[in-house]
Each structure stands twice: as structure tokens, then as C-alpha cells.
T-cell receptor
Framework: DQQVKQNSPSLSVQEGRISILNCDYT??????FLWYKKYPAEGPTFLIS?????DKNEDGRFTVFLNKSAKHLSLHIVPSQPGDSAVYFC?????????????FGQGTILTVHP | DGGITQSPKYLFRKEGQNVTLSCEQN?????MYWYRQDPGQGLRLIYY???????QKGDIAEGYSVSREKKESFPLTVTSAQKNPTAFYLC?????????????FGAGSRLTVL
């Protein structure tokens, strides 16, 4: 039962354009969402997060949007840079005493071409 | 310089052997986690510990064991009962309190069964 899904295995964009990575979830108990970036043979690094009480959170070039009714979130990267090329995972937490337990999506490989 | 150290980075094991992956953190985090990553799949939770001398099974605990004798250390043993142990293993830690959903990951250990 995949509770967090990233339906696009890969995404290719041109440098300077917008990258949009999508994530869907099924568990209505999820109340906190995160995006992680991962390079090969390295651990994921935290990128940006959003609480379910918000619908948007920005940090520099990165913006996360949350649509609770659709159980959908997206990560926008503007402008995209070649160094952004990596695997992006979305993750969700159900709060309560399980706030540290994250459920991850399958990941989307982003390639930004110069 | 605080962080999480995983060792070894690469490990080869013959079928039927138990192996132990090390995870040490100097972030003074209360909670520690073990995740497994397989190609095309998201990270899946094996075990987690929110306090010393206590740990909980995650989604795929079968064939694995852990201990938490010290706050800084959370070793994972992959036993011969694990049917498909070849994977990339990631250790993580976090502050254990409400709202602390961000995990800090180590660089990972790649286990290959020959």
C-alpha cells in the first residue's frame, strides 16, 4: 500500500526554466510534508517542508504547494540549475507520537540540462 | 562538526552470514532511524528508536535487529533471515519532540550479498 506516490520517475528541464515535481498521498492523517534531495551514493538532504495548516511555503528558489482536498503537493524550482540534478523524494509524517516517522515516495530523478 | 557517521560505506556478505552496520551521531538527537533504499523505490523504515534502550519495528523489520545502548549509537544487524538484503541502508536521526519531523541522514552503507 503506497501511501505516498511520485508518479513521474523522471523529469528533464532546461537550465533557467521551472521544474515542477509532484507528489500524491492517500493517508488523511498526514499533517506534515517534506522534500528531500539525494545524490547517488549519498544520504538525502532536507530541502523544504510544509505543515498541513499552510498551502504554500517558499525558501529561495524552492516553493512547495499543498492542496489538502486533492491530497497533492508539488515542489517548484525556479530557476532550475544544473546542480539541481538529483533524485527528489517527497515524504509525509502523521504527527502525534510518530512525528519522526516519515513515509517516502519512490522519488523523481530531475535532470537539468545546461 | 555535527553529523551522522555510517560505516562501512561498502560491505559484501556471503549468504548465510550476519552483518552489522554502524551508525553514530554527535547531534545530541534523541531519535534514530534505519531506512532501506532499493532501486525505483522510496526509503522504507526498518527500525526506529526514540529513546535509549527502546526501539520499535518499522514497516520492513523482518530479518533485521537493532540495539540502542547509547544515545549516540544505533547499529543495525542484517541477519541471514533477511531474504533480499542487497540494498542501500540509511541511518537518520532527529530531535524527538512534536513538530520535529526533519530527519538528518548519514551518507549510507551499500550492502551486497554475493
Amino acid at each position: 500500500d503506497q501511501q505516498v506516490k511520485q508518479n513521474s520517475p523522471s523529469l528533464s528541464v532546461q537550465e533557467g526554466r521551472i521544474s515542477i515535481l509532484n507528489c500524491d498521498y492517500t493517508n488523511s492523517m498526514f499533517d506534515y510534508f517534506l522534500w528531500y534531495k539525494k545524490y547517488p551514493a549519498e544520504g538525502p538532504t532536507f530541502l523544504i517542508s510544509i505543515s498541513s495548516i499552510k498551502d504554500k511555503n517558499e525558501d529561495g528558489r524552492f516553493t512547495v504547494f499543498l492542496n489538502k482536498s486533492a491530497k497533492h503537493l508539488s515542489l517548484h524550482i525556479v530557476p532550475s540549475q544544473p546542480g539541481d540534478s538529483a533524485v527528489y523524494f517527497c515524504a509525509a509524517s502523521a504527527g502525534g507520537t510518530s512525528y519522526g516517522k516519515l513515509t517516502f515516495g519512490q522519488g523523481t530523478i530531475l535532470t537539468v540540462h545546461p | 562538526d555535527g553529523g551522522i557517521t555510517q560505516s562501512p560505506k561498502y560491505l559484501f556478505r556471503k549468504e548465510g552470514q550476519n552483518v552489522t552496520l554502524s551508525c553514530e551521531q554527535n547531534l545530541n538527537h534523541d531519535a534514530m532511524y534505519w531506512y532501506r533504499q532499493d532501486p525505483g523505490q522510496g526509503l522504507r523504515l526498518i527500525y526506529y528508536s526514540q529513546i535509549v534502550n527502546d526501539f520499535q519495528k518499522g514497516d520492513i523489520a523482518e530479518g533485521y535487529s537493532v540495539s540502542r545502548e547509547k544515545k549516540e549509537s544505533f547499529p543495525l544487524t542484517v541477519t541471514s533471515a533477511q531474504k533480499n538484503p542487497t540494498a542501500f541502508y540509511l541511518c537518520a536521526s532527529s530531535i524527538d519532540r512534536v513538530g520535529a519531523n526533519v530527519l538528518t541522514f548519514g551518507a549510507g552503507s551499500r550492502l551486497t550479498v554475493l
